[in-house]
T-cell receptor
Framework: KAGVTQTPRYLIKTRGQQVTLSCSPI?????VSWYQQTPGQGLQFLFE???????NKGNFPGRFSGRQFSNSRSEMNVSTLELGDSALYLC???????????????FGQGTRLTVV | AQSVTQLDSQVPVFEEAPVELRCNYS??????LFWYVQYPNQGLQLLLKYLSGSTLVKSINGFEAEFNKSQTSFHLRKPSVHISDTAEYFCAVSGYRGGADGLTFGKGTHLIIQP
């Protein structure tokens, strides 16, 4: 069974640009969550999607958005990039919904975004 | 809301020695508890989790963690470490009734195994 696939693995963008990251969950998983990992702030929850609907959102500005498609694949978009957006962006998929989703979260390898 | 404190940012230990990575949490609701491991340039892998029942949980590679409700702790231990255990370890919690913030992680502890 294939794991969570995130593309691209590495990305370099310029300040002010926008970027789209992709996450393909494990087959059959309908819940997808996104996290930002930085040396200063650690791992922070961005948002969660289930059945194409955003269920939860972390404390991030509106420049960070996402969506989920009918095949459960998810994308996140960051507009007007800032230097501080440089981070490892991790996606996690789960077969469960609600509180149990965290108990069965499988993470991808992440997309390393560098903003210059 | 929940918070997680990992008391040590870095723990150096000699190969074959025992190790303990400390984790304390704060929450107004009952929680599930997790330890994840991250190797360089990799995502997170679940090491072990406490959902309910026995407070001592074990992983397949020799790690164990004990849930202590009175001390709100979930320390990770291994009696004898190997070079391959060198990695970043994250403690995490999730509210029993779900919540708006997904998994809440600690800042991580870098376990450095010295030969």
């Amino acid at each position: 069974k294939a794991g969570v696939t995130q593309t691209p693995r590495y990305l370099i963008k310029t300040r002010g640009q926008q970027v789209t990251l992709s996450c393909s969950p494990i087959s059959g998983h309908r819940s997808v969550s996104w996290y930002q990992q930085t040396p200063g702030q650690g791992l922070q929850f961005l948002f969660e999607y289930f059945s194409e609907t955003q269920r939860n959102k972390g404390n991030f500005p509106g420049r960070f958005s996402g969506r989920q498609f009918s095949n459960s694949r998810s994308e996140m978009n960051v507009s007007t990039l800032e230097l501080g957006d440089s981070a490892l962006y991790l996606c996690a998929s789960s077969p469960a919904q609600g509180p149990l989703r965290a108990t069965e979260a499988f993470f991808g390898q992440g997309t390393r975004l560098t903003v210059v | 809301a929940q918070s997680v404190t990992q008391l040590d940012s870095q723990v150096p230990v000699f190969e074959e020695a025992p190790v303990e990575l400390r984790c304390n949490y704060s929450s107004s609701v009952s929680v599930y508890l997790f330890w994840y491991v991250q190797y360089p340039n990799q995502g997170l892998q679940l090491l072990l989790k406490y959902l309910s029942g026995s407070t001592l949980v074990k992983s397949i590679n020799g790690f164990e963690a004990e849930f202590n409700k009175s001390q709100t702790s979930f320390h990770l231990r291994k009696p004898s470490v190997h070079i391959s255990d060198t990695a970043e370890y994250f403690c995490a919690v999730s509210g029993y009734r779900g919540g708006a913030d997904g998994l809440t992680f600690g800042k991580g502890t870098h376990l450095i195994i010295q030969p």
